[in-house]
């Protein structure tokens, strides 16, 4: 079946506009992950969703941050006035609800000039 | 606060040699530790995961692990590399319930034909 799928594959844009990075998860994953990874450096955590629970933002690094989803389907990460500091590989995963196995999309690449 | 440390960031081999990749934590209670694998371009891919029982894994690609709780490691293994073992491997490290995990900052693989 279909992996988790991401897009755009890659996204260059200006300091200070928003971004808007969007996951699809695999069907009937209920969990969705999104992580950050920067140049040389291992995944940090940024947001989890989990069914109708209210998600787990505690590593969004600032206000600036924001991702919903909608429903069990699609999620978007939006960055506003985006910084080079900014600039990471940016994954999504999803997982069953029970389920410990994360699976990872290819990632959005995001370049802020 | 958990962490994981892969202290070797570049490791070289040769193709048909053995090979160990080290991972250590720290973490309060019993630990689920995961080795991913990264090659360009892609997504993480799970190679292998220990929740529980026999502390010897085995996982995909020939790859294999042993949770040693005394070490506080999970290092993995593999009898015989391939070129195509050439890769970004990462350890991760999650709490009981499968929701965000703590990754290392990843081990690159350089395989010399």
């Known amino acids: 079946g279909a992996g988790v799928s991401q897009s755009p594959s890659n996204k260059v844009t200006e300091k200070g506009k928003d971004v808007e990075l969007r996951c699809d998860p695999i069907s009937g994953h209920t969990a969705l992950y999104w992580y950050r990874q920067r140049l040389g450096q291992g995944l940090e955590f940024l947001i989890y969703?989990?069914?109708?629970?209210?998600?787990?933002k505690s590593g969004l690094p600032s206000d600036r941050f924001s991702a919903e989803r909608t429903g069990e389907s699609v999620s978007t990460l939006t960055i506003q006035r985006t910084q080079q500091e900014d600039s990471a590989v940016y994954l999504c995963?999803?997982?069953?609800?029970?389920?410990?196995?994360?699976?990872f999309g290819p990632g959005t690449r995001l370049t802020v000039t | 606060a958990q962490s994981v440390t892969q202290p070797d960031i570049h490791i070289t081999v040769s193709e048909g040699a053995s090979l160990e990749l080290r991972c250590n934590y720290s973490y309060g209670a019993t630990p689920y530790l995961f080795w991913y694998v990264q090659s360009p371009g892609q997504g993480l891919q799970l190679l292998l995961k220990y929740f529980s029982g026999d502390t010897l894994v085995q996982g995909i690609k020939g790859f294999e692990a042993e949770f040693k709780r005394s070490q506080s490691s999970f290092n993995l293994r593999k009898p015989s590399v391939h070129w195509s073992d050439a890769a970004e491997y990462f350890c991760?490290?999650?709490?009981?319930?499968?929701?965000?995990?703590?990754f290392g900052t990843g081990t690159q693989l350089k395989v010399e034909l």
């Open positions: 991760a490290l999650g709490p009981g319930g499968g929701n965000k995990l703590t």
């Open positions: 995963a999803s997982s069953l609800l029970d389920g410990y196995e994360q699976y």
């Open positions: 969703f989990q069914g109708n629970s209210a998600p787990d």
